[in-house]
């Protein structure tokens, strides 16, 4: 069953024209790969998705409605939940306030609610181990590596029972042994029945845990395959332009 | 069983223990520096331990600590409010004119007299213009996006200047038939400390818990520490960044309602100069400039510091002209110190 269907997706800033008919879809519970080099509109695709910016043209239908998102939070309603590259955490803050910012989980009666710590730190440290990640749910986001901050971001999307999951980059700045968890992780979000949307330029990423495989290129999608049908090889000369489209 | 028993370990760890975290606290530092300075005076100078010089300090850093509280707020989204001396002014001279009626139609005192509503009524407008004003300068910030130190250094010029406006230069001394009531309340006593102090103690709890246990606090600190994430999460950062203008407007407002009923008079020159000691204690106490770090202990134990500081200097017999070099300092001395800490982070 498809879930999300992208149709003719057009973007401008200005002058620039950043996507050219995009179209694809994504089903249920799959893993889609979006490659492209610097500059291919990837990014910028999944800002559309996730409600950050609106296409110029074009229509996206999720979950067999057509949809227009005003904002990041509107998508986010729907069941969209994205991991931005920079991660977005806030470094002042504890790992379990962020997981929780914007959604805290409150007891009493206003105007005498109160957060919950015990519940929130609970919920996070059960997050943290079903993502095998040693991060602690009272340190604070400043103090940790590239892997831990990760796993906050990642943590935060499990929160509600979202259907899709946008990630860009999520293995960019992070050591070679979590790039093997965060991996697991994506195949335990497909276990669960999340859709998945991964950006990544790490090849051998896509091809491990991804089953559809979608290239732009200077802002138009020249390939959408199944990864078990194409091959790096394939993948890099479609990313350079070596092959013009398939 | 065995992973609840996992969840329980991982939740009670942490990256520093209780101690360090406690010694990474300018607050803590401050509090220390404080005690030394007061151990130091006890023996040095025995006037300094006198029930009446304490009584007088406690009281004098109560105002600025009030005013510190919610400039702690604004300090913490990454801003910076200099109009709080301005708005001091400004509600303090409304709150004089709606006491010392002989200025306005005489229905007003008519009315107003009665049982000694209009001591409520003052008090009531002087907050809500101290509200009021706040907004303006959250609005202006948080909506069309213009910088904080020119909005609030434009409010601070404005505001002193409807302080002359309402006042028409003149001073506020008559406070009508239950002056008296409106006296206690600024200049009173509870078991012997300044009703100020005790207000301040309030303040300092009440808001502390605003901002560690309630999602509104939480959203200040997200807003100062990363405006972009915030908002990706759904926050209405806009909302929290002109809502603390207006808790600093509150803050500044309530303290002029106490000094005022303290001083018993009001001019338009009340708060004159009054955002840089605001200012300098907040910072002293720990908030950083960039956002994102301090606490309403911190503005509580900066103001104590630095009255107790300027209390001392005058018992040591040191020219009070040299009071405002001193202060200079230490706002130099706090960031320099807070930059000194990152370093080493």
Redesign the interface.
């Known amino acids: 069953m498809t879930i999300l269907s992208l149709k003719n997706i057009e973007k401008n800033f200005g002058a620039i024209q950043a996507l050219t008919g995009v179209s694809f879809d994504i089903n249920e519970a799959e893993t889609v790969g979006l490659m492209g080099d610097n500059g291919a509109g990837k990014s910028t695709l999944l800002k559309i998705i996730a409600g950050n910016f609106k296409p110029s043209s074009g229509e996206i239908v999720f979950e067999n409605n057509e949809v227009d998102f005003e904002?990041?939070?509107d998508a986010?309603k729907s069941g969209i939940e994205?991991v931005?590259q920079d991660?977005?955490?806030?470094?002042?803050?504890t790992a379990a306030?962020n997981v929780f910012?914007?959604?805290?989980i409150?007891k009493g009666v206003w105007p005498f609610?109160?957060?919950d710590?015990p519940a929130m730190?609970?919920k996070s440290?059960?997050l943290?181990?079903e993502l095998k990640s040693e991060t602690?749910?009272?340190?604070?986001v400043?103090?940790m590596s590239g892997g831990q901050r990760q796993a906050v971001a990642i943590a935060r999307t499990r929160l509600t029972d979202p259907k899709l999951v946008l990630m860009d980059e999520p293995t960019a700045a992070i050591s070679v042994r979590q790039v093997a968890e965060v991996l697991d992780l994506i195949k335990r979000l497909k276990d669960q029945g999340i859709a998945v949307l991964l950006i990544s330029h790490r090849m051998p990423d896509i091809f491990e845990v991804c089953e559809k495989l979608v290239v732009l290129r200077r802002g138009e999608k020249v390939c959408e395959k199944k990864i078990k049908d194409s091959s790096t090889e394939e993948a890099t000369g479609l990313i350079t332009g070596a092959i013009d489209r398939i | 069983m065995s992973?609840n028993k996992?969840?329980q370990e991982?939740?009670s760890?942490?990256?520093k223990t209780f101690f360090q975290k406690l010694v990474s606290e300018q607050s803590f530092w401050v509090s220390i520096a404080l005690l030394g300075i007061c151990f130091v005076m006890f023996f040095v100078e025995d006037a300094f331990s006198s029930k009446d010089n304490l009584f007088n300090i406690t009281r004098n850093f109560s105002f600025i600590g009030i005013m510190a509280i919610g400039m702690t707020f604004v300090i913490i989204t990454a801003g910076i409010d200099l109009s709080v001396g301005s708005i001091m002014g400004v509600t303090g001279v409304i709150c004089g004119l709606f006491l010392d009626a002989q200025y306005l139609p005489e229905w007003y005192s008519k009315a107003a007299y009665f049982e000694g509503v209009y001591v409520w009524v003052a008090i009531f407008l002087a907050l809500l213009a101290g509200v009021i004003v706040g907004a303006v300068n959250g609005y202006l910030i948080a909506y069309l996006k213009l910088s904080p130190f020119v909005v609030t250094l434009g409010m601070m010029a404005i505001a002193r200047s409807l302080a002359l406006v309402v006042s028409n230069n003149k001073m506020f001394y008559e406070f009508g038939p239950k002056d008296e009531m409106f006296y206690e309340i600024g200049g009173g006593s509870i078991l012997g400390v300044a009703n100020a102090t005790w207000l301040l103690i309030l303040l300092t709890i009440v808001m502390g818990?605003v901002l560690k246990?309630?999602?509104y606090g939480?959203?200040v600190?997200?807003v100062?520490?990363?405006k972009?994430?915030?908002?990706?999460?759904?926050?209405n950062t806009r909302w929290i960044e002109m809502s603390v203008y207006m808790i600093s407007g509150l803050f500044a407002a309530i303290s002029a309602v106490m000094i005022v009923g303290w001083m018993g008079s009001v001019t338009n020159a009340l708060g004159y100069t009054y955002e840089l000691r605001v200012i300098a204690a907040t910072v002293i106490g720990g908030a950083n400039l960039m956002g994102?770090?301090g606490g309403t202990f911190g503005a509580f134990i900066g103001a104590a510091l630095m009255e107790t500081i300027r209390n001392s200097l005058l018992m040591a017999g040191i020219d009070p002209y040299w009071q405002g070099t001193f202060l200079g300092l230490f706002i130099v001395g706090a960031v320099w110190l807070e930059k000194v800490k990152n370093k080493k982070?």
């Open positions: 904002k990041p939070i986010r994205v931005y991660l977005a955490l806030c470094n002042h803050l306030s910012l914007g959604r805290e409150q609610k109160y957060l710590y730190f609970k440290a059960e943290f181990e602690r749910p009272k340190d604070l400043m103090q | 992973s996992f969840n991982i939740i760890k942490t990256e818990l246990f309630t999602s939480r959203h600190y997200a100062g520490s990363n972009k994430a915030a908002e990706l999460s759904g926050i994102g770090v982070n």
